[in-house]
């Protein structure tokens, strides 16, 4: 007895396959008896690549924070990643990495995802996550801490537009100012010194301090002009009467440290860049000296960054000197920002957090469940990726609490199609003119009296002859004139008096600015009726003639100026794994984090003959399309956060040699419930949707159906009862007859006997995924004779909670029968097979195998 | 040897500058935080923290908890001066490490306006906390009672249906302990421990180290909510405050 052919399902001559969920690691610690946990969290936030003030960025005064919400320049905002890390308390971080322990024990709550075979799409799962708060020194978060002024600041600006020098004081010999052109003047001496103070800014510590200069010609710097700052003399000024002096001369700018006193000679250089001026030009400069560091940039580049605490308070003002004549020095547009305190930062973490990054929603972020070895590895922990639901709090206990969601969950909030706004710019009847023709020829037509006096009425329109000389002939009409009702067109065969004309439009309008929503090409519907457009010009979508009217099943019709035009998403014969995959992309789940492989492989094994036709005319929520389909595909979709791809599978066997085995050794607890109200007898599939814009729940408006009926269930020595399954499907289209047969044969398999559904608690060492198929071995099921009986269950619930995992699982008989895949060549004969060879179908002569199991049977 | 407490930074006098930090979250002023999690990394050796105080402040010790210093092969330092090390340099103490762990740097009190940390090595060592501050060691006995290593570990054990063990699952492991000095002078208690307590020990975490011979490795610990300091007619009292710890693996 070879092994031969035999296999579950003969429609479809499936073939093995084995699980396609993530590969399961046993960790080394998880293995151990002595495992420390610890949970961790990385939340992804937009951060700018942008330096503040650098080109591209143009932004000028106080620095923002990086983020869009902060952003001063939000069209050059160039958009990142930053992550910022939580774990566990108690959890000591992994050397130089900054990973705060804000979560507290017990501080991960999980509902994770529910696999529902029968029903399609899992039931989302949601985490949420407690993290502490605690005043934090900023430097994380903010790029700039260093240099930002916080706690009480104080802002000057000055765009000099007043025209009055108020507010600035001058001291030097023969020094004046002055408002010309809008900026301010300083004129100095020759050879003498000229400083002009900011009298509005008092002795302060650190500030920030922008200011345009113009660029005096090359000769002029021979002398200097700049900024002083943290200056406490201001009397008749010197060579060195400053605290710190920000200098522009030929080819170079410098820091120059200096006596705050009437001292000659020379000022202690700090800094020293070389830097080319253009005469005439204007530079943006700008100065941060904060406790004893010290900036400076031009036009957003840094030319300085040094340290000195020679003097950590005083005023500041504007500057300028030339050796060997006068010389007027222009300012403009002053920027300063003072703190007179020392620096602080106020608020804790959480705080700033929440006011600085608003858009945190839908980013991604990664729960890491693990153990604590030393040394410490992130490799014993594993990675499940989210989007991020909500960031909430704080609570009266001062925590915050994050949601994170699956992927699928976008899925909920999406709908496709996307809603679209236009409306028809004028009414769009159906037929806009008919009657018979005239007179005629290949290219020119005479029409009834009856048609419009306006000339190019029907220009653009379409001309169908459909009946007489000339039927079946449609052609675009090119002019229109409208004294002699004549239409130029271009026919093959000449219409005559006993021809029959029609004129229909062959664009609509949808409004001012809305075509951009369209596409290039597609389905609209307006009213009942579905129209095929295949190109647009901006606000006008267009089709070549009225065949493009009427699509999936629906009436050509009038409509009325101002009806809804919604763009519509249609399918024509396409593999179901494409579609599923493009309401995943349409809900926002790139391909990236879609299993392509898994579910084509599904689509190749177990639904080679379903095919999807059908068009979505209004916008539905996307979670609910994918429900419909992967019920009607008997198709379990779920979102698989460790392999971070949205999975799919087909509820039928798998191969017995990877199957997981769990026994009462392996179990904490144990829990079995009876769903018998899952069970079914009959199961009725309606299919083949009239029209597409037919209400899909009622079932006349289905041309086919198919019902499968277990007899034996519903006899008086069974059930005794009839528990029908009744679905309809718009998805499939007539040419899935074969697969809707299989489709209910399986589900009446599958659902004739109650499942069980087992709640277990396992400990952490046990590894399964959801989706799998395993055997379950427990006192809790058993045999004829009471004995443990083994199960194959479909595990749909894995809740890890690292001290233990929460597991369910339902069982599954697939007809209650022994099944079995087609053997590969050269497989044994049953008497001397392994058990590992009997996964596969031999033929028995009887009833009965030789070693007096049951026969395998074509199910 | 008596218990100590280490507390108090002269790095956070001012803002620390760094000669050179790695681009990440990697900032200077994360040593003077007393968080274990956040941290400061050069980008080349021999490389400095300085900090200018404003005017000679004292020290007495050097706590450092949270770093590689020894997988990275890297010699630590403390050093003073009085001209922001142009001709004043002074080594006040030093150590190459033989492990990882925590550690402590005790030398007689001094005082500088510049204070610095210098590494040396060839490759790029991670410090998470470096307190050059004082450290608290009174005159009076340790109370006999004292645990100093006893913990409580939170977590559950795993048994399966057939009543058989199958591992413990441990969140981290809790030392509480409760320390009194006896027979603490008011003097003592005035001029010192208060301020300490008030400025730090009440709210901050510090370094504990129970006996510096025996377990030389220091705790990083935070105080518990009550403070006592009964009073005796000799003019001493018996101080006692409560402390915990997180008992890690990974340091």
Redesign the interface.
Known sequence: MAGTLAYFDLTYGGVLITYSGATVVLRAPQE??????AWALELDTDFCANTFGVAPCTATGVPCYNTFKTCKDQPNFIKTVKTYKFC??????????????YIP?NGVATAPTVIQPGEGLAIRSQTKIALKDEPD?D??MDPY??TRLSGSTTTIQDDFSSGSTSGYTVVGTGASHSIVSGAYRLSTSAGNVGQSRVDGAPTHADGLFEIDIAVPSVSALTGDVGLIYRTTYWSTPASKSFGYLMQLMQGVIRLAVGSNDASGGFATVLSSQAHAFSAGTVVKIRVEY????HRIYINGVNYIDT?D?TWMSGQLGLRGFDGSSSHNWDFDNLFFQYAISAQTVGGTFWRRFQARNLYTVGRHARLRRGY?????NWNDFSTELFVIDAISGPDRNGNMTVVLSDFLRLADKAQFPTPTSGKLSADMENIVNAGNVVSGTTTSVTISDDASPTDEAYTGMELYIYAGVGSGQRAPITTYDGDTRTVSVSLQVAPDTSSSYQISALSVNVGDDRGGQYGGEGYIRIGDEIIRFTSRSGDVLSWPNSTYRGQFGTDRDDHSESDNVQLCKAWNGDEPNDVLVEILNAAGISSTYIDLAGLAQEASDWMPAAEITTCLSVPEKCSQLLKELSTDLNLMLWWDPAGQKVRGKVNVPQLAGTVTELT???????EVQRQDADRITEAAQYYGLRTATSNKEELKNYDYGEIRIDEDAESANEYGDVRQDVAVSRWLSAGNTAHVGALVGRRVNYFRDAPHLLKLRA???TVVEPGELVDIT??YLTDFDGNAATKSCRITKVDDR???KELEAVTTTFGDHRWGFIAPSAAPDFDVASDSDKVYMYISNGTEMPDGTDAYRII | MKPRIFYDNRLADATPIASTTATGDYYANNLTDFRPYTWWKPTALPATVTVDCGSARSADSCFVYGHDLYTQSATFEVRGSTDNFSSSNVLVSTVTPTSNDAFVLTFASVSYRYWRVRLTGTTMPSLAIVAIGARFEPSGTVNLDFDPLGRTLLGQSNLNDNGQPLGKVIDYAEWKGRITWRRMTWAQLRSTFMPAYNAHLRAKPFGWQWHAGVDAVPYLATSDNDLTTTHYSEFTCDVSLGMRAVMGTTF
């Open positions: 151990s008896q002595d495992r420390e946990i566990s308390e108690g959890m000591l971080a992994p050397v130089g990495e900054l990973v705060r322990p024990r020194s430097y994380q801490r260093d904060v406790g004893s560091r340290t605490s604590v070895v030393n040394p410490f009462d050794d392996d179990l904490m607890g144990t400990d952490p060492r427990t006192r690292l001290t233990h």
